[in-house]
């Protein structure tokens, strides 16, 4: 199984700020990996596919990078709305699996 | 207009056995990948079933490898999930999710999920 290990736990920031989450692979995904978004007592909303595609309706200050090991989700300017956890996910390889999750925090 | 909703979550005792199912709408569900997802109190999101759109292809992980059984009714638009041998530890919300069209294990659209609760 692909371990994924996504950092910081938990990112403090103002809105309008900027923000980078973090996401490694115990193993290589190549460009398999997925960015979630959830909020309390909500489903997940897939934002980015394969690495750095932006879901449909989502946000241009959404963008997603990396590839291999390393992956990196950026909110260039928090909105109010944005503050929530963040989930990762691979499919390259069964099981599919997510990573731990970052909270974004006002 | 793409909608999924679950239904037949609830309490069970330890052994005991559930069926979840998902209503889906809005899309021809032979032309897309299903899986559930499930996310225990508090914790993160864990994939836990996938069945292929041409439903002849099954995936799960080691955890509820031969506990659970995903399936579909295409008649009545409808995935299930047979649980069995109920742990504790399968306490959580389930969520169907669908696979994205052209990648589909990304999941596009999820239900609002269905609480399953297992306990003595």
């Known amino acids: 199984e692909i371990v994924l290990t996504q950092s910081p736990a938990t990112l403090s920031l103002f809105p309008g700020e900027r923000a980078t989450l973090s996401c490694r692979a115990a193993?290589?995904?190549?460009?398999?990996l997925a960015w979630y978004q959830q909020k309390p007592g909500q489903a997940p909303r897939l934002l980015i596919y394969?690495?750095?595609n932006r879901a449909s309706g989502v946000p241009a200050r959404f963008s997603g990078s990396g590839s291999g090991t390393d992956f990196t989700l950026t909110i260039s300017s928090l909105e109010p709305e944005d503050f929530a956890t963040y989930y990762c996910?691979?499919?390259?390889?069964?099981?599919?699996?997510f990573g731990g999750g970052s909270k974004v925090e006002i | 207009e793409v909608q999924l909703l679950e239904s037949g979550g609830g309490f069970e005792q330890p052994g005991g056995s559930l069926k979840l199912s998902c209503a889906a709408s809005?899309?021809?569900?032979?032309?897309?990948?299903m899986s559930w997802v499930r996310q225990r109190p508090g914790k993160g999101l864990e994939w836990v079933s996938g069945?292929?759109?041409?439903?002849?292809?099954?995936y799960y992980p080691d955890s509820v490898k031969g506990r659970f059984t995903i399936s579909r009714d295409t008649s009545k638009t409808t995935v299930f999930l047979f649980m069995h041998d109920l742990r504790a530890e399968d306490t959580a919300v389930y969520y169907c999710?669908?696979?994205?069209?052209?990648?589909?294990?990304?999941?596009?659209?999820w239900g609002q999920g269905v609480l399953v609760t297992v306990s003595s």
């Open positions: 999710a669908r696979g994205r069209s052209g990648s589909q294990y990304y999941f596009d659209y």
């Open positions: 809005g899309f021809t569900l032979t032309n897309y990948a």
């Open positions: 069945l292929s759109g041409g439903g002849d292809s099954t």
């Open positions: 193993e290589s995904v190549f460009t398999s």
């Open positions: 394969d690495a750095s």
């Open positions: 996910q691979q499919r390259r390889s069964w099981p599919l699996t």
